[in-house]
């Protein structure tokens, strides 16, 4: 059993932090729109949703996946590498508090969800402009004991780690190999996002296939030839905040 931890979107969210794209005007209706069938989605797909209360004055709160990393045995409530971004997390420690034991970052640690990928027992850590080597060594700390082991790993020209590489299949990585190395990661099969897609390296993984954006035709095509499922989703006002598949939600093994 799933259950899907989500916020709805903030009526500031034109205000958001962006880091690599250039702001665009971003329709608050539509974008809330493609949320919620983001959530019809998560679902269909056998997910109970919890919805946190939302943060109209939080441009970013919709990107949940940033404020915790959650694992079977406990999760971690992070502090985001933009300082806008902090205030988010207590909400979401809230809501995970029935589900997890807690553990937090302090400063000077500054990670963000977005920059964790979790393969068994091996976290990846994005050394991005968010997240830096004291959170490293605070993870190392906390999660030893539960048998983790924590790598950094450098990326270039990306927000996120998970902008660059995600998981789409079992010890199958879907991959931007201009941002990041996709050696480091020694997973048994790789595809690399089409190179007129850059942005196409973020997918949700879940049982029944990937949620996948609707924006990426030709690398939808490389996965659908390895035998992947897809279920796409058009969420071009997200994406206007520099928000993907993954961000938009905090996936709960219940
Ligand atoms: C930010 O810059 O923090 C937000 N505008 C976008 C965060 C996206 N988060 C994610 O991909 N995990």
Redo the contacts with the bound molecule.
């Keep these: 059993m799933k259950t899907a931890i989500l916020r709805g979107v903030s009526a500031s969210l034109g205000r ?4 690599h794209i250039a702001r665009e005007p971003i329709d608050i209706g539509i974008a809330r729109a493609q949320h919620r069938e983001y959530e019809r989605l998560l679902r269909s797909l056998g997910c109970s949703i919890v919805l946190l209360p939302e943060e109209p004055d939080l ?2 709160a919709v ?1 949940v ?2 404020a915790a990393v959650v694992l079977p045995e406990l999760a971690i409530i992070t502090r ?3 300082p806008s ?1 902090r205030p988010e997390v207590s909400s979401v420690a809230a809501g995970l508090a029935r589900y997890r034991r807690l553990a937090t970052i302090e400063a000077p640690g500054t990670v ?4 964790v990928l979790v393969m068994g027992k091996t976290l990846f850590v994005g050394e991005s402009q ?1 997240s830096n080597r004291h959170a490293i060594e605070q993870l190392v700390a906390l999660l030893t004991p539960s048998g983790y082991a924590v790598r950094g790993v450098p990326v270039n020209g990306c ?2 780690l ?2 660059a590489v995600t998981l789409c299949g079992q010890d199958m990585l879907l991959v931007n190999p201009a941002w990041v190395d996709p050696g480091v990661f020694g997973a048994r099969t790789v595809i690399e996002v089409d190179p007129t897609e850059p942005h196409a390296a ?1 997918a949700l993984l879940l049982d029944g296939g990937i949620i996948y954006p609707a924006a990426y035709p030709r690398t939808q095509e490389r996965l659908r030839a390895r035998g992947v499922v897809l279920h796409t989703i058009d969420l071009s006002e997200l994406a206007k ?4 598949v ?2 938009c939600s905090l996936i709960v093994e219940t």
């Design positions: 958001c932090e962006l880091t441009p970013d990107f996946e940033d985001p590498g933009a971004r963000d969800g977005g920059d968010r927000l996120h998970k902008s973020n905040a520099e928000g993907a993954t961000c």
